[in-house]
């Protein structure tokens, strides 16, 4: 029953004074809101990626080898303890048309894809492909070389998904084309054709059951990483060993049969030289046998020619005799037949006649003398007749005896003139022979130098082979892990810090309400205590005001908060990810409501209690005044008689209500710091990633080699001379890490191969005075965030890591200005003293105004070059991850903006509460509305302009606190805020403070004067 009558009262004074209930109410769901929000946005992050890599199976690990993989390397991995899933698996880049993109095996353990539409793929010339860049029947015509890589150059689209493996909308970098990777596809396994395995996926025993990002997951991936470690070595001399016996095997077969082509190809050159010499004796031969015909020929024709000469003077003699005795005898040739014909008819009738004639007779004596001297003239005749005859037929044969011989010889001359014209082009195809013979014999002799010097380099080569590495890659090898890493990273920096600024104004301010609410009712406590209730029953319905306000603005805030903040932020981060699943943590709501009613509750029994402690009738009188001082500014003459009465009243107010306007201070000075911040933290964020690739970072790109070199020379020399790459200057760039109280930084080693252009490149300025840095042979320079998170400075040693494990030990010598990244820069010098061998370069920045994905083409294309990385790309991924900091920004702005409204209107209506008697009197001694309204909003003002003093020194604290922590996990921002953003926090304070005088102004005229300035007895 008395406790009814208490509730019921409680219940009338919400009612009477809502606005203050409202504003209790509102001040905590608006500080467990931004707090609870902000707390759950990361957790809630993480479960919906940790979920996500769980569904598709996530690989832990991803080895890569500069020289493939094979089975032995699955195998011993497989034998590791951590090891779960060993998955052996392939990718390679190639161009689409004049994109490049990335063809992976898909695979059934590790990396499923996440199917959006079509189906998997059923025949080797099918495909899956990104969802963002191709749909279901596009055809994808591989444009690149992939002879022995893959068996098919044309795949068709059946199905379009995401992959786990591509988690941001920027897939990265390639080695072909522009070096900009644009999307992927997966493929059968059975499509790829190569000697090695080009990847491991290995998942670790123990991962399952830890969430991504979590220490849990790195403590569980640690093991297996290290198992890795221990045997990458082991695996890498395995390689090489088996490369360098395969590779010397295939050297001996090659010597081999060069030896066996060798020798066959001698020996078809020596049979070939061979029977040119046969055939150049027997020419030789020839052509002796041959002069020698030509020369008997000519004396034979010589030797006849004399003889028919000799014969043809005989002849001629005989002739000669002829005409001679023709001539005797008076007769012709012509004449001799029938000179003789007419001594034989007269012969013949000198016989008849003498025959008639008688013998002895001189007719008969004279007859037969002229019958004797006619018979021998015809005798002679006949004879000469015969000689004639003998002699023509002689000279007949002699002269066709001369002209068959003179047609022999001239067979003959043409039978040696031909055997001449055999023998010349016999000359010449020996000769032609021979050429040929030389020509084959020092193509030969070329080839097999060419070949044997082909060995010998490969024999020089297999010596000079370096040892494979492994690198061992954890889940950052899906493209944008490590970018969502470092955004929760941020919203959990940013959650452990700012929401407990919030919180503490909420306490304040909640406690400074309920403690003047209790003072301002100490009247209505004595009257409850004469009455007889007890102190517990009366404490119980504050109890019952302040934790209903409490808990039901705990309650709505927490559900609220879960409900808003994650989503807003998780907007922000443009990743390939499943959408946000809001989840409510109870244990949390029920820690924060319980801290809160704990807090609330001891809060109001202390203040309570401090009051119910005095007599009844001491608490049912009014507080007597606090006696007035002399306060400062009335020691000032001058100026103290120049203000008016109402100013006067006005000063020494604020400093008899010190309490009051103190807390007034907090609160307003509290938001007032929470507004800069947010807005210097959005100051912090810009121009961060200009200075870093504009001011710090010089070059416009970083050309990364596809071998190292210790000079500029050769072909890589005249590669850049033609694509006007002027000023080139060599550097190694290599991964470290620095691990130092649970803490592991990666950092970048950079070493300059030219010193003098090295400063134009990079602009190492000394962190604390902006001095110039130089590299010192005797130490090394570290980045800034590498010194604050570490806390190692000048004069320190630092220790870094490599891939193997291996330790080095380096003197700080300065400590450069620097905001993305970690880096540690010494010159050549220092790095042959450290790793005892002279730098080898594998990296080349320059300044290029030319096309940049021409030049990115034609250095990739070249196969001297791996990539190329341009600094505006680098910047705007920069600029892009500062973006995601902007609803976080925003979020503090509004939460502020609101928190500063709400404890504006509950100071001030307290304020006017605390003062409703002081009011009805000056109303009552003639004071105008405005004037009275004056009397309290001059007081307040002037209070809100001290607390903006005050807040914005805190808030240039709290900015440089807050950038200091997310500075550990994020980019360093600058520690600067701008002035308009002093500006903007001040007048947003200054404008929600005149809101509030506005909205109060209407509760001041409702202050009734009598019943206010009835007597409290």
């Given at each position: 029953?008395?406790?009814?009558?208490?509730?019921?009262?409680?219940?009338?004074?919400?009612?009477?004074?809502?606005?203050?209930?409202?504003?209790?109410?509102?001040?905590?769901?608006?500080?467990?809101g931004?707090?609870?929000?902000?707390?759950?946005?990361?957790?809630?992050?993480?479960?919906?990626?940790?979920?996500?890599?769980?569904?598709?199976?996530?690989?832990?690990?991803?080895?890569?080898?500069?020289?493939?993989?094979?089975?032995?390397?699955?195998?011993?991995?497989?034998?590791?303890?951590?090891?779960?899933?060993?998955?052996?698996?392939?990718?390679?880049?190639?161009?689409?048309?004049?994109?490049?993109?990335?063809?992976?095996?898909?695979?059934?353990?590790?990396?499923?894809?996440?199917?959006?539409?079509?189906?998997?793929?059923?025949?080797?010339?099918?495909?899956?492909a990104?969802?963002?860049?191709?749909?279901?029947?596009?055809?994808?015509?591989?444009?690149?070389d992939?002879?022995?890589?893959?068996?098919?150059?044309e795949?068709?689209?059946?199905?379009?998904?995401?992959?786990?493996?591509?988690?941001?909308?920027?897939?990265?970098?390639t080695?072909?084309?522009?070096?900009?990777?644009?999307?992927?596809?997966?493929?059968?396994?059975?499509?790829?054709?190569?000697?090695?395995?080009?990847?491991?996926?290995?998942?670790?025993?123990?991962?399952?059951?830890?969430?991504?990002?979590?220490?849990?997951?790195?403590?569980?991936?640690?093991?297996?990483?290290?198992?890795?470690?221990?045997?990458?070595?082991?695996?890498?001399?395995?390689?090489?060993?088996?490369?360098?016996?395969?590779?010397?095997d295939?050297?001996?077969?090659?010597?081999?049969?060069?030896?066996?082509?060798?020798?066959?190809?001698?020996?078809?050159?020596?049979?070939?030289?061979?029977?040119?010499?046969?055939?150049?004796?027997?020419?030789?031969?020839?052509?002796?046998?041959?002069?020698?015909n030509?020369?008997?020929?000519?004396?034979?024709?010589?030797?006849?020619?004399?003889?028919?000469?000799?014969?043809?003077?005989?002849?001629?003699?005989?002739?000669?005799?002829?005409?001679?005795?023709?001539?005797?005898?008076?007769?012709?040739?012509?004449?001799?037949?029938?000179?003789?014909?007419?001594?034989?008819?007269?012969?013949?009738?000198?016989?008849?006649?003498?025959?008639?004639?008688?013998?002895?007779?001189?007719?008969?004596?004279r007859?037969?003398?002229?019958?004797?001297?006619?018979?021998?003239?015809y005798?002679?005749?006949?004879?000469?007749?015969?000689?004639?005859?003998?002699?023509?037929?002689?000279?007949?044969?002699?002269?066709?005896?001369?002209?068959?011989?003179?047609?022999?010889?001239?067979?003959?001359?043409?039978?040696?003139?031909?055997?001449?014209?055999?023998?010349?082009?016999?000359?010449?195809?020996?000769?032609?022979?021979?050429?040929?013979?030389?020509?084959?014999?020092?193509?030969?002799?070329?080839?097999?130098?060419?070949?044997?010097?082909?060995?010998d380099?490969?024999?020089?080569?297999?010596?000079?082979?370096?040892?494979?590495?492994?690198?061992?890659?954890?889940?950052?090898?899906?493209?944008?892990?490590?970018?969502?890493?470092?955004?929760?990273?941020?919203?959990?920096?940013?959650?452990?810090?700012?929401?407990?600024?919030?919180?503490?104004?909420?306490?304040?301010?909640?406690?400074n309400?309920?403690?003047?609410?209790?003072?301002e009712?100490?009247?209505?406590?004595?009257?409850?205590?004469?009455?007889?209730?007890?102190?517990?029953?009366?404490?119980?319905?504050?109890?019952?005001?302040?934790?209903?306000?409490?808990?039901?603005?705990?309650?709505?805030?927490f559900?609220?908060?879960?409900?808003?903040?994650?989503?807003?932020?998780?907007?922000?981060?443009?990743?390939?990810?499943?959408?946000?699943?809001?989840?409510?943590y109870?244990?949390?709501?029920?820690?924060?409501?319980?801290?809160?009613l704990?807090?609330?509750?001891?809060?109001?029994?202390?203040?309570?209690?401090?009051?119910?402690?005095?007599?009844?009738?001491?608490?049912?009188?009014?507080?007597?005044?606090?006696?007035?001082?002399?306060?400062?500014?009335?020691?000032?003459?001058?100026v103290?008689?120049?203000?008016?009465?109402?100013?006067?009243?006005?000063?020494?107010?604020?400093?008899?209500?010190?309490?009051?306007?103190?807390?007034?201070?907090?609160?307003?000075?509290?938001?007032?710091?929470?507004?800069?911040?947010?807005?210097?933290?959005?100051?912090?964020?810009?121009?961060?990633?200009?200075?870093?690739?504009?001011?710090?970072?010089?070059?416009?790109?970083?050309?990364?080699?596809?071998?190292?070199?210790?000079?500029?020379?050769?072909?890589?020399?005249?590669?850049?001379?033609?694509?006007?790459?002027?000023?080139?200057?060599?550097?190694?760039?290599?991964?470290?890490?620095?691990?130092?109280?649970?803490?592991?930084?990666?950092l970048?080693?950079?070493?300059?191969?030219?010193?003098?252009?090295?400063?134009?490149?990079?602009?190492?300025?000394?962190?604390?005075?902006?001095?110039?840095?130089?590299?010192?042979?005797?130490?090394?320079?570290?980045?800034?965030?590498?010194?604050?998170?570490?806390?190692?400075?000048?004069?320190?040693?630092?220790?870094?890591?490599?891939?193997?494990?291996n330790?080095?030990?380096?003197?700080?010598s300065?400590?450069?200005?620097?905001?993305?990244?970690?880096?540690?820069?010494?010159?050549?010098?220092?790095?042959?003293?450290?790793?005892?061998?002279?730098?080898?370069?594998?990296?080349?920045?320059?300044?290029?105004?030319?096309?940049?994905?021409?030049?990115?083409?034609?250095?990739?294309?070249?196969?001297?070059?791996?990539?190329?990385?341009?600094?505006?790309?680098?910047?705007?991924?920069?600029?892009?991850?500062g973006?995601?900091?902007?609803?976080?920004?925003?979020?503090?702005?509004?939460?502020?903006?609101?928190?500063?409204?709400?404890?504006?209107?509950?100071?001030?209506?307290?304020?006017?509460?605390?003062?409703?008697?002081?009011?009805?009197?000056?109303?009552?001694?003639?004071?105008?509305?405005?004037?009275?309204?004056?009397?309290?909003?001059?007081?307040?003002?002037?209070?809100?302009?001290?607390?903006?003093?005050?807040?914005?020194?805190?808030?240039i604290?709290?900015?440089?606190?807050?950038?200091?922590?997310?500075?550990?996990?994020?980019?360093?921002?600058?520690?600067?805020?701008?002035?308009?953003?002093?500006?903007?926090?001040?007048?947003?304070?200054?404008?929600?403070?005149?809101?509030?005088?506005?909205?109060?102004y209407?509760?001041?005229?409702?202050?009734?004067?009598?019943?206010?300035?009835?007597?409290?007895?």
């Amino acid at each position: 029953m008395v406790i009814g009558l208490l509730f019921k009262n409680t219940l009338k004074k919400i009612r009477k004074s809502f606005g203050r209930y409202l504003s209790l109410f509102i001040i905590v769901m608006i500080g467990v809101g931004f707090f609870a929000g902000i707390q759950t946005t990361a957790p809630d992050m993480i479960s919906v990626a940790d979920n996500y890599y769980k569904d598709y199976n996530l690989t832990d690990f991803k080895i890569v080898s500069s020289m493939g993989l094979t089975d032995g390397d699955v195998n011993a991995v497989k034998a590791l303890n951590n090891a779960n899933a060993v998955v052996p698996s392939y990718s390679l880049d190639v161009l689409d048309q004049d994109k490049a993109i990335r063809v992976h095996a898909i695979e059934q353990t590790v990396n499923r894809v996440k199917l959006i539409s079509g189906r998997m793929p059923q025949k080797e010339n099918e495909c899956i492909a990104d969802d963002r860049t191709y749909k279901t029947g596009d055809k994808i015509r591989i444009t690149s070389d992939i002879d022995e890589k893959l068996r098919n150059s044309e795949f068709t689209v059946v199905g379009t998904a995401e992959s786990v493996l591509y988690l941001a909308e920027d897939y990265g970098s390639t080695t072909i084309g522009d070096g900009k990777l644009a999307s992927f596809i997966f493929v059968e396994k059975s499509n790829f054709i190569l000697e090695a395995y080009t990847e491991i996926y290995i998942t670790a025993r123990d991962t399952k059951a830890a969430a991504a990002y979590s220490k849990a997951y790195d403590k569980a991936a640690s093991g297996l990483r290290d198992e890795l470690v221990k045997i990458k070595s082991g695996r890498e001399d395995a390689r090489y060993q088996e490369i360098y016996t395969k590779a010397n095997d295939e050297i001996g077969k090659n010597q081999a049969k060069l030896s066996d082509e060798r020798a066959k190809g001698k020996k078809k050159l020596d049979n070939a030289k061979a029977e040119l010499d046969k055939n150049a004796q027997k020419l030789k031969d020839g052509k002796a046998e041959l002069a020698q015909n030509e020369w008997e020929l000519q004396k034979n024709t010589e030797k006849q020619n004399a003889r028919f000469e000799s014969a043809k003077t005989e002849i001629g003699g005989g002739w000669n005799e002829i005409n001679s005795a023709l001539t005797q005898n008076g007769i012709k040739r012509e004449e001799l037949g029938t000179k003789i014909k007419e001594l034989d008819s007269a012969i013949g009738a000198m016989q008849t006649q003498l025959e008639q004639l008688p013998a002895g007779s001189d007719e008969h004596t004279r007859l037969s003398a002229a019958l004797g001297q006619y018979s021998e003239s015809y005798k002679g005749l006949l004879k000469l007749k015969s000689s004639i005859d003998m002699l023509t037929i002689q000279e007949a044969e002699l002269n066709k005896g001369i002209d068959t011989f003179n047609s022999e010889i001239a067979k003959a001359k043409i039978k040696i003139q031909e055997g001449k014209t055999e023998i010349t082009e016999n000359e010449k195809k020996l000769n032609a022979g021979y050429r040929e013979y030389n020509e084959n014999l020092e193509k030969f002799n070329t080839e097999i130098s060419d070949a044997q010097s082909k060995i010998d380099k490969a024999k020089t080569d297999i010596s000079e082979i370096e040892k494979p590495q492994w690198y061992i890659l954890d889940r950052d090898t899906a493209v944008g892990y490590s970018e969502l890493k470092s955004g929760i990273d941020v919203i959990t920096a940013v959650a452990a810090v700012l929401p407990f600024f919030f919180i503490l104004i909420v306490v304040l301010m909640t406690s400074n309400s309920m403690a003047r609410m209790i003072a301002e009712e100490r009247s209505e406590l004595g009257t409850l205590t004469s009455l007889g209730y007890k102190d517990n029953s009366i404490i119980t319905t504050y109890l019952f005001y302040v934790l209903s306000a409490t808990g039901l603005g705990a309650a709505a805030g927490f559900f609220a908060g879960c409900g808003v903040i994650p989503p807003l932020i998780y907007s922000n981060f443009q990743f390939i990810l499943p959408s946000l699943v809001i989840q409510y943590y109870m244990p949390l709501f029920l820690l924060i409501l319980a801290v809160a009613l704990l807090l609330m509750t001891f809060v109001t029994i202390i203040s309570c209690n401090s009051e119910l402690k005095q007599e009844p009738a001491t608490l049912m009188r009014p507080v007597p005044p606090q006696k007035g001082q002399t306060i400062l500014l009335e020691k000032i003459g001058p100026v103290w008689k120049k203000l008016s009465f109402t100013w006067k009243v006005t000063m020494r107010n604020m400093f008899r209500y010190k309490k009051r306007a103190f807390m007034t201070i907090v609160g307003v000075a509290g938001c007032t710091s929470l507004l800069l911040a947010g807005f210097g933290l959005r100051d912090s964020m810009n121009g961060v990633a200009e200075k870093q690739f504009g001011e710090i970072f010089r070059y416009n790109n970083m050309i990364i080699l596809n071998e190292e070199t210790r000079e500029l020379d050769g072909e890589l020399k005249s590669l850049l001379e033609q694509e006007q790459i002027k000023e080139p200057l060599l550097i190694r760039q290599t991964a470290f890490k620095h691990e130092s109280d649970d803490k592991s930084q990666n950092l970048f080693l950079i070493v300059p191969e030219n010193e003098k252009d090295f400063y134009d490149y990079y602009n190492l300025k000394d962190k604390a005075d902006g001095s110039r840095l130089s590299l010192q042979d005797s130490g090394v320079i570290i980045t800034q965030g590498l010194s604050e998170v570490s806390g190692i400075e000048k004069g320190d040693t630092i220790a870094v890591k490599d891939a193997d494990n291996n330790e080095y030990k380096l003197t700080v010598s300065d400590v450069a200005e620097n905001y993305t990244s970690n880096y540690i820069y010494m010159n050549n010098a220092m790095y042959n003293k450290v790793f005892g061998k002279a730098a080898a370069y594998n990296a080349i920045v320059s300044n290029h105004s030319g096309d940049e994905k021409a030049l990115a083409r034609h250095l990739i294309d070249s196969d001297l070059v791996l990539n190329v990385v341009y600094t505006g790309d680098v910047m705007q991924k920069a600029l892009e991850s500062g973006e995601r900091l902007n609803s976080i920004i925003i979020l503090i702005v509004v939460v502020a903006s609101l928190l500063a409204v709400i404890v504006l209107y509950n100071l001030t209506s307290i304020n006017i509460s605390e003062r409703t008697r002081e009011i009805a009197t000056l109303k009552v001694l003639g004071f105008t509305d405005g004037e009275t309204n004056g009397y309290i909003y001059r007081e307040a003002f002037i209070l809100t302009l001290i607390s903006i003093g005050v807040g914005l020194v805190l808030g240039i604290f709290l900015h440089g606190f807050v950038v200091d922590v997310v500075g550990e996990f994020a980019p360093l921002f600058f520690k600067v805020i701008k002035w308009p953003s002093f500006i903007l926090a001040s007048l947003l304070t200054i404008v929600f403070t005149v809101i509030m005088q506005i909205v109060t102004y209407f509760k001041l005229q409702t202050i009734d004067m009598i019943e206010s300035l009835k007597s409290v007895e």
